[in-house]
């Protein structure tokens, strides 16, 4: 049996980048002794903003705190098949927030967005967006399950994370890497994501929930048993110490697993 997982929580959204960014810098410079490329999964919601304001926050120059975005590889945990320009486009979200306000001192990540040809078609869609993995992870037939550097990963307030949704057939697939999902409980409904296996076999993981709208679904997921059954349940249960998560003091209250104020 391996170590739990670790719950950070901190009293400012400055500590929780500050940290976030630490750990993430962290699994890119051990992706980069590797193979020299960091692959990364980010999911949408709240988390690109967070993402954000870590990343590009002032280095002190050190090996230890700089990004080299010019050899990251960003792909997508889930996407809804809508067109780049809708709002509910994760690739438009992080783009806003994250690629567009990178300094133009600093190299652009090579970004996996999905193939919008397809967006009528999910069971297409997923299926193109697999064949980009399959061709950065090498041949299908060589490698099970491809393994993220670091997958950054949200949670809904019902448990949910990637669109891997609570109760949901998807979360007994076990050969797929990019699955389609077309009755998604949250709008819009058509949408691909990464399946369980390949979201719990990242070399490292890390969750973002902030704000006091999380601490029942953090008490649920961390203090209960019906708690490792939701998808951020089975991925804490199935990764392990892989898992890290970065919350704030709000989201963290009432909730009686240990907390740790950081890797600082």
């Not at 980069?32 to 903003?49: C, I, M, N, Q, Y």
């Not at 304001?53 to 280095?59: E, G, I, R, V």
């Not at 945990?77 to 709002?87: G, H, L, M």
Request: hydrophobic share 35%; proline share 7%.
């Amino acid at each position: 049996m391996g170590k739990p997982p670790s719950l950070f929580a901190f009293d400012s959204p400055e500590d929780l980048a500050k940290n976030l960014r630490a750990f993430i810098i962290d699994a890119q410079n051990a992706a980069f002794e590797r193979h020299d490329t960091f692959r990364v999964a980010v999911s949408g919601g709240s988390l690109p903003k967070t993402l954000a304001q870590a990343l590009l926050m002032k280095s002190n120059g050190s090996k230890q705190d700089t990004v080299e975005f010019s050899k990251w590889e960003i792909f997508y945990a889930d996407e809804r098949a809508v067109p780049f320009d809708s709002d509910d486009s994760n690739h438009k979200l992080v783009k806003q927030e994250l690629l567009d306000k990178i300094p133009s001192e600093m190299s652009q990540p090579t970004v996996y967005p999905i193939d919008t040809t397809h967006l009528d078609d999910a069971q297409e869609l997923a299926d193109q967006y697999e064949q980009t993995l399959v061709k950065t992870f090498a041949a299908k037939d060589s490698v099970k399950i491809p393994t993220f550097d670091l997958l950054l990963l949200g949670c809904g307030p019902d448990g949910h994370t990637c669109s891997l949704f609570p109760g949901h057939p998807l979360l007994r697939e076990t050969t797929g890497w990019v699955l389609p999902i077309e009755d998604s409980p949250k709008p819009p409904a058509k949408r691909i994501t990464l399946s369980l296996p390949v979201a719990t076999s990242g070399h490292k993981i890390g969750f973002v929930a902030s704000g006091a709208g999380k601490k029942d679904i953090l008490k649920k997921i961390f203090d209960t048993e019906e708690g490792h059954s939701l998808p951020c349940g089975l991925i804490n249960d199935m990764a392990q110490d892989k898992v890290s998560w970065f919350t704030d003091s709000a989201a963290v209250e009432g909730v009686q697993y240990p907390s740790r104020r950081g890797l600082l």
